[in-house]
């Protein structure tokens, strides 16, 4: 008998530890913008605009940092790969 209760004490002990250390894994701060940050009104689909234009497709993981630069994944001549478009325009492959 006390064996079926043994289990569950030990699954929740457990979950409660891993939930408690995740916590330090996904700290809000480290994705905070400054105060002083000023984001400007781009959006996905000028974005996916100016990308497909330089021959990228099946874009996803959209993100867009402090400074205004889009990170996405996407599709060019079979291949995925990681690219950044600059508040300029410009389109990098992140990595280069």
Known sequence: MKQKFLVPAFCAA?????????????????AACDPGDKLDK?????????LTKAGYTKAHNWRKGCD?????????????????????????????
């Open 42 to 50: 781009t959006t996905v689909e000028q974005i996916r605009a100016i």
């Open 68 to 96: 205004n630069t889009w990170h996405v994944t996407a599709t060019q001549d079979g291949a995925e790969v990681s690219v950044a478009v600059l508040p300029d325009g410009h389109v990098v492959r992140e990595g280069d």
């Open 14 to 30: 457990l979950s409660a530890l891993a939930l408690q250390s995740a916590s330090w894994f996904a700290s809000p701060a480290w």
